[in-house]
Each structure stands twice: as structure tokens, then as C-alpha cells.
């Protein structure tokens, strides 16, 4: 049996008859599970997906759904043997199908294999030619299946543009004119496509309309982005004009397959950012190739113009890639010297909101904060003189990430968030406006304001519909894990096993988006304890969570919880003050809790001093992900073991 994707979801037999999956939730539930790619899917998120306001009996119809797949992919089945194909696996169900079975994943292989060697073009023609229409093209209405569309098409169009790159490169390829005009009169942002189609019509012999194309291509970047064409599309021409009878192989300094240059448009380099997961990994890494390739030009304005155009949304004050955006820093104070005082204020502007987002505040200290929270506030002015709103709403970006200098800021943030969602609903930036949301949903969390935190929760999720912003949801459905830990403390609440596998389940789906390591090290494990500290348990000592950053803090708890009582003082006496990020005050609260069971008067106090501006928030709750519970709790205990001393 094979399923096929690339098109409506569809599976069919060896002998190609059609399996009959059932009604569309079955075929959703189906493609669901296509789209974890082996992986288990928890029963809550697949509700989730499946419902946007779930019926009261959402689980019970699931299992129904599941029964009559099982029975359509697996027929044969003997009753009671366990299933093969649609397994059930921990909180959830997964698909066990190999790869080469799932057009997708065919798909996504044979890009790959393409990518490092030519011999596998066959393989990549073959795959570009199973696609039947977009995506999951019958699952309409859910966010999912929004999400994973516009990831394959991405694929799809980097696929179409490779094939034709590998022909060229071979040799042929004169046949392709009117496959690459078709794509870059639908696709005219994609710059690497225009080269493609002026060395298509060279190989057909017909320079003049080669010199064209690129013309054409130049006026487009122009005028409907305001960007000149990049070193390639220049190199081709100048090519073209010399009479050459050859062009080589292009050159290019993007990798993972999206060969750009470093004048990219800004359209592109916003779809691949915002696609979340691989897409995200790659367009970070690849922008800091094309910044390195613009400096190397000598260009001021053109290396300004490059690390600028990266405005994408920034929301976690822990960066994925901590030595890939102090490079970006670097390069963004040295072309500011470049520009001097009086350079353009738009690219001082850009440049000085690029240094404080790339300036995570939990991986800065001293000068360096400084300096970050300086770049935020000229950024500001400087997009306020101007009055361009999509400007304004990146330097509030930066803004909101250098606004962590100490506990107890959350109302000071909420303030930030509003002015960003006002400007970007006024102005339909949406995807500042699903910021502003989410800024907005962490402050009233920190503020233990879960109703109207949970307000913006939805709305954020009716925004990420058509911004195709992919990691709302896996947010929200921390968030919604952080509300049911929180109730589980309460009278008649949830029990305490309920919440943690709701936060399994979002920890789950925050896998799902690809390696993020500024926001996923340590998340759950720090979840779990907050939610043992909620009941008044000891910290989880299973060695195989993973405490990431938060180490240094989490460990003299976990040293308690094994009875380790010296080794925890020791650990707790080498604990550095908290970052001044996201966490802190839930750090602080860990500090305040461990030195009071130690009776560590010294570090109690310290721990006191700094949550004192924060007693009337709760600790964790400024994530937005999890929480510790009110911090007025642990500033309690730090104090009386303070005044012990």
C-alpha cells in the first residue's frame, strides 16, 4: 500500500485500486499523521487539528475515525493482533509506513539526494512528477495542513528550480523556455529563477531575448521591491554582453538548496523565515551567508540593505544560534561605523533594530546589554521621525527583547505588545500582529490573567490562518499546558497527571518544528518541575531529562530530591544569577526555594532582593509556556529564611 499526499490525500492498494478511507476527518487524520513523518501524534493535538471548538465527545469520535482506518489500510488483519501500519504509541497514534510508500516523503528524499549529486536528477524528475496539485488539497480549513503546504510548495518550486539548474549545468536544457518563463511569471519574486530562464533561452541560441529577460528581471526587483538585481543575474549579463558562447554554472553563496544571492528579496526571505521549522533553520543560516557575501562586495549601502531586509518577527529572548547572531551583530555595528551619524536614517534604523533582536538579552551581560537596549531606543526614535509603521513595529521588536533588565516588567511589556498590535492592525502587517498577540498573551500569563491571556491565545490562532506562521499553535498549546498545570493546584481541578501529559503533548509538537534550541533545551523538563513544585512534590530526577540552560538553577532541587543535601549547597553557591530573559523570575524563584530548604540565608536574600519587584507575578508565566506558580510564594520563604541569618 502507498499514500499519496501531493494532491488529495488518497492511499492506494499495490495493484493501484484505490483504498476506501472514509469520510474527510478519516482522510484528515490520515494526512495528520502523513505530516508527523513516522512521528507519534498525542490524542489532544490531534483533537486540536482536527476541531476548532472540539465536540464533547472529540476523543471517542477519534478512536472511531482510527478503528475504520485501521481496518482500510490493514484489511487482512487477524482480530486481536496489534495493528502495524496505524499504531498506537504512548499519548498517541503514529504511522509506520516506509518512507519510499508516502509520495511526500519520496518527494522530500529525492530533493535531497539532488541537492548533494546530479546522477540524482532521474529520481528528482520522477518526484516532481508525482505531484498531482497542492498538498493535502482536501484538508482545507485546518492550520496544519496550511502549514505543511506551504512548506511543500516551497519545496516544490526550490525542486522545479534545480532540475532546470542541473540540466543546464549539463549541458541541455535549451528545451526549458517555456517551462522557466511560465515559473517566473507566476513566481516573479524568485530571483535565482530569472537566471535560470536567460541561460535556458542562451542555450537556445537567442541572446537578444536572454538580455531581455534580465532587463525585465531588473525592472521587477526595482520597482516592486526596491532592490537591484544580485551579483549573479549581474555576472550573466555581463556575460551575455561580452559574446560568451557558454555561461558557467552559477555561483552561489545560499545553501539547503535556495540558491540566492545576497540582494534576496525580501519577500522570499520572509516566506522562508516565517515557515517555522527547517525552513526557519535554513533562512537564518543562509541570511548570515548572504551578509558575509554583501560585505565582501564592499557596498555600504548594499550590506545595509541585506541585513536589514530580515525583519522577521522575534518573540524568545534566547537565540537559536547564539554565534550566528552575534555574527550578524557584528557585521550590523560595522557597516553602522561605515554609515556614520549622518548615513540614511531608514538603514541606520533597520540596522539598529537588527543588533537589538539578534541581541537576545539571556545571552548578553554588561556592555553588551547595554549596548542592545541603546540600538532598541535610537531604533525607535529613529522609525517614529520617520513615520514608516513597518519599521516602527520591527524597532518595538527589539524594543520588547531588551525589555528583560530585570523581574517584574511584565506590565511593562504588555504595553510594548499593545503598541505593536495597534500598529500592525492598523497598518495589516499581520504577522507583527500575531506578535503583538503573543507578547500580549505572555504578559497577561506572567500577570496571572489566564482569561484574557487565553483571549489572545485565539486570536493569535485565527491570525496564524492566513500568515501560515507555524509556531503559534505549538505556543498556544504550551500555553493551554501552562492554564491546565496552573488548575491542577486548584479545587476540583485537573489531577496533576493530566497536566503533565498535556505538557508531553506540547513538548511533542515543539519537536515537530525542527531543531530550536533557544526555545526547546530544558522547556519540559522545567515544566515538570514547576508543576511538582505546584503540588509540593520534589523535583523529577530521571536522569534523562535534559535541563538545558536551566542547569545550574534546577539541579540543587534535584540534588534535594535524591537526598544529596551537600552536593545541592555546593551547587547552589556556584549558581550565577539568572539571565535576564524570559525565565528569570522563575530561576529566581527556584534560587529563593532551594536556599530556604538549605537554609542559605545569604543566597535567600539575594534571591529576595531581586523578586521583590516581581510579587505580584508568577513565576515562569512570562514564557507564556509554563509556571512555577505566584512568586509572592517564594519571596515568602526567601524572606523568613533571610531574616533568619
Excluded at 175 to 191: I, M, N, S, Y
Excluded at 359 to 367: K, N, Y
Excluded at 457 to 477: K, N, Q
Amino acid at each position: 500500500m502507498r499514500i499519496d499526499v501531493l494532491g488529495a490525500v488518497r492511499a492506494l492498494r499495490a495493484d493501484g485500486t484505490p483504498v476506501d478511507l472514509g469520510g474527510p476527518r478519516h482522510r484528515e487524520v490520515l494526512a495528520r499523521l502523513v505530516a508527523a513523518g513516522g512521528r507519534m501524534v498525542a490524542t489532544d493535538t490531534l483533537v486540536a487539528d482536527l476541531w476548532a471548538e472540539p465536540p464533547v465527545r472529540a476523543v471517542g469520535a477519534l478512536r472511531t475515525f482510527v478503528a475504520a482506518l485501521r481496518r482500510a489500510v490493514e484489511p487482512g488483519r487477524p482480530p486481536r493482533t496489534p495493528p502495524r501500519v496505524l499504531v498506537t504509541e504512548g499519548p498517541g497514534y503514529a504511522l509506520r509506513l516506509p518512507r519510499d510508500q508516502v509520495d511526500a516523503h519520496r518527494f522530500e528524499d529525492a530533493l535531497a539526494r539532488a541537492r548533494r549529486t546530479p546522477e540524482a536528477l532521474p529520481d528528482l524528475e520522477a518526484a516532481l512528477a508525482a505531484w498531482r496539485g497542492p498538498a493535502y488539497a482536501d484538508v482545507t480549513g485546518s492550520l496544519w495542513a496550511q502549514r505543511e503546504r506551504a512548506r511543500l510548495e516551497e519545496l516544490r518550486l526550490e525542486g522545479i528550480e534545480l532540475r532546470a539548474r542541473l540540466l543546464l549545468d549539463s549541458g541541455a536544457g535549451a528545451e526549458l523556455v517555456a517551462e522557466l518563463g511560465a515559473h517566473v511569471t507566476e513566481h516573479p519574486w524568485r530571483e535565482p529563477a530569472w537566471g535560470l530562464l536567460a541561460r535556458a533561452l542562451h542555450r537556445a541560441g537567442r541572446q537578444a531575448d536572454a538580455l531581455a529577460t534580465l532587463r525585465r528581471a531588473r525592472t521587477m526587483l526595482v520597482q516592486q521591491l526596491g532592490l537591484d538585481p544580485g551579483a549573479e543575474l549581474r555576472r550573466l549579463e555581463a556575460d551575455i554582453l561580452h559574446g560568451a558562447t557558454t555561461l558557467p554554472p552559477a555561483r552561489t553563496v545560499w545553501t539547503a538548496g535556495v540558491r540566492l544571492g545576497p540582494r534576496t528579496t525580501v519577500e522570499l526571505a520572509r516566506t522562508l523565515a516565517l515557515a517555522g521549522g527547517d525552513a526557519l533553520v535554513h533562512s537564518r543560516r543562509d541570511r548570515l551567508a548572504a551578509v558575509q557575501a554583501a560585505e565582501r562586495t564592499g557596498d555600504i549601502a548594499l550590506t545595509a540593505r541585506v541585513i536589514g531586509a530580515y525583519d522577521v518577527p522575534a518573540l524568545w529572548s534566547r537565540a537559536d544560534d547564539p554565534e550566528q547572531s552575534r555574527a550578524v551583530v557584528a557585521a550590523a555595528e560595522r557597516t553602522l561605523t561605515a554609515l556614520g551619524t549622518d548615513g540614511p536614517a531608514e538603514l541606520r534604523a533597520r540596522l539598529l533594530a537588527t543588533v537589538a533582536v539578534e541581541s537576545r538579552s539571556a545571552d548578553l551581560s554588561g556592555t553588551a546589554s547595554e549596548r542592545a537596549g541603546r540600538a532598541a531606543r535610537e531604533a525607535e526614535a529613529l522609525a517614529r521621525e520617520l513615520g514608516d509603521p513597518a519599521l516602527l513595529v520591527f524597532a518595538l521588536n527589539g524594543v520588547f527583547l531588551q525589555s528583560f533588565t530585570r523581574p517584574g516588567l511584565a506590565a511593562a511589556r504588555d504595553v510594548i505588545g499593545a503598541k505593536i498590535l495597534e500598529l500592525a492592525t492598523r497598518h495589516a502587517l499581520p504577522n507583527f500582529a500575531v506578535l503583538g498577540r503573543l507578547v500580549r498573551l505572555q504578559s497577561a500569563s506572567a500577570l496571572g490573567d489566564l482569561d484574557a491571556a487565553s483571549a489572545h491565545a485565539r486570536a493569535a490562532e485565527r491570525l496564524a490562518v492566513s500568515t501560515e506562521a507555524s509556531l503559534v499553535p505549538v505556543l498556544t498549546g504550551w500555553f493551554r499546558a501552562r492554564v491546565t498545570a496552573a488548575r491542577s493546584a486548584e479545587p476540583g481541578g485537573p489531577t496533576a497527571a493530566t497536566a503533565a501529559a498535556h505538557y508531553r503533548a506540547a513538548e511533542d509538537a515543539l519537536a515537530g518544528t525542527a531543531s530550536m534550541p533557544g526555545l526547546h533545551r530544558g522547556l519540559f523538563a522545567l515544566a515538570l518541575l514547576g508543576l511538582r513544585l505546584l503540588h509540593d512534590r520534589p523535583a523529577p530526577t530521571d536522569p534523562a531529562l535534559d535541563w538545558g540552560p536551566y542547569r545550574p538553577w534546577t539541579q540543587p532541587l534535584v540534588l534535594l530530591a535524591r537526598n544529596r543535601v551537600e552536593e545541592a549547597r555546593t551547587t547552589l553557591a556556584a549558581a550565577p544569577e539568572p539571565p535576564l530573559d524570559h525565565m528569570q523570575e522563575a530561576l529566581w524563584c527556584l534560587t529563593a526555594h532551594a536556599a530556604a530548604r538549605l537554609g542559605e540565608h545569604r543566597a535567600a536574600a539575594r534571591a529576595a532582593t531581586a523578586l521583590r519587584t516581581a510579587r505580584t507575578e508568577h513565576a515562569g508565566g512570562a514564557s507564556g509556556l509554563l509556571t512555577l506558580g505566584p512568586v509572592a510564594r517564594y519571596l515568602k520563604e526567601a524572606e523568613k529564611c533571610a531574616a533568619q541569618g
